[in-house]
């Protein structure tokens, strides 16, 4: 099957050069006339274990291919949005400038039977109004919505052997999910995978609730941890213990810094927005206390860093081990450890940053901060 991936960021590329893998036809199409050429040469514009391998396999078989210009989607029977849905610069909203534009841009290279798959995080109530736009143009195409369920890491498996599927649609939609489902036979085969086939609203809030649930668990387990703190309990032990509770689960429930990245903060920060846009923001208030204990972490840190110190982090010079915002990605959008690191210096402790897996991106977004190429030179300069 012929299919075409607007937009190849994280999600894109890695979608892109999965689909690849499963014996389709791809084309991947971005306006980052840079990150295309990249992309083109199998060289993958970010750190993601196994990516680097499927994209050089099917830039290699010619079944995957990327381009600047949106009329290459003509021809494709499946179209995959994958663009990103950043937080708005005046509020918590998302950003949906790019979904609208890749959609537009799109509309008049659709032709009838074809399926458009949405995989970018939205706000409910945007497939809704996406597929209006749609049927206005070419009443026979369907819209399709499929959130992705991306750990930054694992990313390639994730994709290729999902713990389920999602799709929203309109009702009559029967031969777009049979199309959709063909593209997706090889992680379906066997019923392996379960398949939700919901309504569009429920499609969209799943992707939401569920990284509201994981970022309300993590806050959670740093509350405790707080509290341990002060009482002279062990978190770690306190975490295993109700874990054990099969309600409950172990998974994510290691205290540390917080979570970052580009997914769960801006994720709960867009959702109480659309909350608030329905007249429902009080159903959603406990995900300001999850998101402020988060960012509490990172205060409390640095607050332990100058009792280390000996009271006063003034002229004391530190090392700051990793700065993506997880191990096995070079992500530092709103990555605790350089949150720390900045604070830690504005303190008047200047120190040393390494990170394992590309250095240029953290010394982008704060320039005002010393690298160092390894951890060992780190430590030797803190």
Not at 92 to 98: M, R, T
Not at 240 to 269: E, H, M, S, V
Not at 372 to 379: E, K, L
């Amino acid at each position: 099957m012929l299919i075409c991936v607007i937009g190849c960021g994280y999600l894109g590329a890695v979608h892109a050069a999965c689909m690849a893998s499963l014996g389709h036809q791809v084309i991947g199409i971005d306006t980052d006339a840079a990150r295309v050429s990249a992309l083109a040469r199998g060289e993958a514009p970010f750190f993601e274990p196994g990516l680097p391998e499927i994209l050089s396999a099917g830039i290699g078989s010619g079944r995957l291919s990327f381009d600047t210009d949106i009329a290459a989607a003509s021809g494709a029977a499946v179209h995959f949005i994958c663009v990103g849905t950043p937080q708005g610069e005046t509020s918590g909203a998302a950003d949906l400038s790019s979904v609208d534009s890749a959609f537009e841009s799109l509309l008049p290279y659709v032709v009838p039977g074809d399926v458009i798959v949405g995989k970018s995080t939205v706000p409910v109530g945007t497939a809704e109004r996406l597929a209006v736009q749609l049927a206005a143009v070419e009443p026979s195409a369907a819209l399709i919505w499929n959130p992705e369920f991306l750990r930054e890491g694992y990313a390639v498996k994730d994709t290729l052997h999902p713990d389920r599927i999602v799709y929203g649609v309109a009702e009559g939609s029967g031969e777009a999910v049979k199309t959709l489902s063909a593209v997706y036979e090889g992680p379906l085969a066997g019923g392996a995978t379960p398949l939700i086939v919901t309504d569009f609203a429920t499609a969209q809030l799943v992707k939401v609730a569920a990284n509201s649930f994981l970022a309300t668990k993590i806050s959670f387990i740093n509350a405790m941890a707080e509290l341990c703190e002060l009482t002279g309990g062990d978190v770690s032990e306190l975490a295993d213990a109700i874990g054990y509770d099969a309600r409950i689960g172990r998974r994510f429930l290691n205290a540390g810094l917080g979570f970052g990245g580009g997914c769960l903060p801006k994720d709960i920060r867009a959702f109480m927005a659309r909350a608030d846009e329905l007249g429902a923001d009080q159903v959603l208030t406990f995900l300001r206390e999850v998101d402020a204990i988060n960012l509490r972490r990172r205060s409390r840190m640095v607050e332990l860093a100058v009792e280390t110190l000996g009271g006063s982090a003034d002229g004391q010079r530190v090392a700051v081990l990793g700065a993506s915002f997880k191990p096995n990605s070079d992500d530092v959008r709103d990555s605790p450890a350089l949150d720390v690191a900045a604070q830690l210096l504005a303190a008047g402790a200047p120190g040393s940053v390494t990170q394992p897996e590309a250095m240029d991106k953290p010394r982008a977004r704060h320039p005002e901060l010393s690298f160092a190429t390894t951890a060992i030179a780190a430590a030797a300069g803190g």
